[in-house]
């Protein structure tokens, strides 16, 4: 399937460091997004980056893509408790021009004060 | 709306009984999806409205799952039949345009429990 897979699947940090979520797919896309979902509930869009982007900043966060090894990483600086969440990527591959996007099972973090 | 409204937040049913699930997208977004979450697990695709029409219902698991979207704004999946295997989170998200690169905006969800 074209599910991008997160790892780690769980990662537990201080607050003030920084997390990095990396995310794997497999074939040709469109873009890549990250999502934010606390409980289990809504999800909320992050940042998206086009496949012909290399890097894209959004405050704290940044994001990195390397479509050679199909592969982004999630970086979150300077972490805080506010960050618990889990978090997935999204790959856009859709050629029927719209979005076709489907998500990864997603990485639990947990940032302790 | 401000947001993308989705009711009933929680829904218990029992086995073999039929449910219909609601989402109110934000003004003006012409593309709406519905996606499924298991415990554990990412969103899974289950269709995909552009409109009124629905473009691509290839995620929807059986024909016990169905979803229209009759004025091209409120959606409801309407689900047959309900089994144990059901029971999961139904997201629904819309956009402004199909093609657009703002990304998905999400619902809170309707948590369905079939016992």
């Known amino acids: 399937s074209q599910q991008g897979e997160e790892d780690p699947q769980a990662l537990s940090i201080q607050e003030g460091e920084n997390a990095t979520m990396n995310c794997s797919y497999k074939t040709s896309i469109n873009n890549l997004q990250w999502y934010r979902q606390n409980s289990g509930r809504g999800l909320v869009h992050l940042i998206l980056i086009r496949s012909n982007e290399r890097e894209k900043h959004s405050g704290r966060l940044r994001v990195t893509l390397d479509t050679s090894k199909k592969s982004s990483s999630l970086l979150i600086t300077a972490s805080r408790a506010a960050d618990t969440a889990s978090y997935f990527c999204?790959?856009?591959w859709g050629s029927g021009g719209y979005q076709k996007v489907t998500f990864g099972i997603g990485t639990k973090l947990q940032v302790i004060p | 709306g401000a947001g993308v409204s989705q009711t009933p937040s929680n829904k218990v049913t029992e086995k073999g009984k039929y449910v219909e699930l609601r989402c109110d997208p934000i003004s003006g977004h012409t593309a709406l999806y519905w996606y499924r979450q298991s415990l554990g697990q990412g969103p899974e695709f289950l269709i995909y409205f552009q409109g009124t029409g629905a473009a691509d219902d290839s995620g929807l698991p059986n024909d016990r799952f169905f979803a229209v979207r009759p004025e091209g704004s409120v959606s409801t999946l309407k689900i047959q039949r309900t089994e144990r295997g059901d029971s999961a989170v139904y997201l629904c998200a819309s956009s402004l345009t199909a093609s657009g690169p703002d990304g998905y905006t999400f619902g809170s969800g309707t948590r369905l429990t079939v016992v």
């Open positions: 999204a790959t856009d």
